[in-house]
């Protein structure tokens, strides 16, 4: 639900939210297209077919001002087409959940949307706590970075999974009886060689110590450790050399 104010009334209101920590008089802020989006309208934290949880989105020029966290908020700003990554601030009227449920995600998600700029959080305490916290629950999002080549890390796991896939797979037997055998850990070893040879003929930059970094990483594993086509073998279910046959899949052992 979309409904527009004056800008004088919506400033004024506004203004009691400490969005316009430079304007001095309503007036300044005259200029600039506002508008109020009730993104969602329910009390309280069950959710419904037909309503969404508490929040609303104060609209200022380009940027985005968001009242209030109830579940599924960012998802609400997606649909009435309000571009996550404009969010420059939020607040919190009071700390029940049905008005708390998405204040992390929606900082999380406006991220992973684009943003990059200041987001100034208000509310009653323990605010700084909450953000505290749900910063360290999500850190391993947060502290991920983008590899320059992703090819390279993923060239470097499939020189230890296709061999470990395969063998295990025809085996039908764990990494730990197959590496009992030091004629089949060194055709394992090969495997791997070869697989890291297509990389390099990729243009994959592999360390000369390749096959010895994933012996050490392999000689490591419990010895019951199976492959996910093992288990899909074990179990019945179907599994990717089936769709992999003909002039895509030439099977070499």
């Known amino acids: 639900m979309t409904f527009n104010r004056s800008r004088r009334e919506l400033c004024t209101a506004a203004a009691a939210f400490g969005l ?13 297209p506002m508008k109020m989006v009730l993104l969602g309208t329910a009390g309280g934290p069950r959710p419904r077919k037909t309503r969404s949880a508490p929040a609303q989105a104060i609209l200022v020029g380009d940027r985005t001002y968001v009242v209030d966290y109830g579940d599924g908020v960012a998802r609400q700003m997606v649909l009435a087409d309000i571009p996550l990554d404009s969010l420059r601030g939020v607040f919190i009227t009071h700390q029940h ?21 200041r ?8 605010l700084e706590k909450m953000t505290k916290l749900f910063f360290q629950m999500n850190a391993a999002d947060i502290h991920a970075e983008a590899v320059p ?5 993923v060239w470097e796991k499939f020189t230890y ?3 470990f896939a395969a063998f295990t797979g025809a085996a039908r037997l764990p990494i730990g009886p197959l590496w009992s055998d030091d004629y089949i850990k ?5 495997a791997v060689v070869e697989v890291a040879n297509v990389a390099r ?12 970094r994933v012996h050490e990483y392999a000689i490591k594993l419990p010895a019951s450790t199976r492959s996910s086509l093992l288990i899909d073998l074990q179990q019945g279910k ?3 050399v089936e769709a992999l046959q003909g002039k895509q899949f030439i099977p070499r052992l």
């Open 186 to 190: 060194n055709m394992f070893l090969d």
């Open 201 to 212: 003929a990729h243009g994959i930059k592999l360390p000369d110590d390749h096959r010895d």
């Open 149 to 153: 080549d992703a090819r390279h890390t």
């Open 238 to 240: 179907r599994i990717e």
């Open 97 to 117: 959940s049905d008005h708390t449920a998405d204040y992390g995600n929606l900082l999380l998600l406006a991220w992973t949307a684009g943003l990059r700029t």
């Open 119 to 126: 987001v100034d959080c208000r509310g009653p305490r323990p």
């Open 161 to 163: 999974l296709a061999p």
């Open 20 to 32: 316009f920590p430079a304007f001095g008089a309503a007036s300044a802020a005259d200029t600039l």
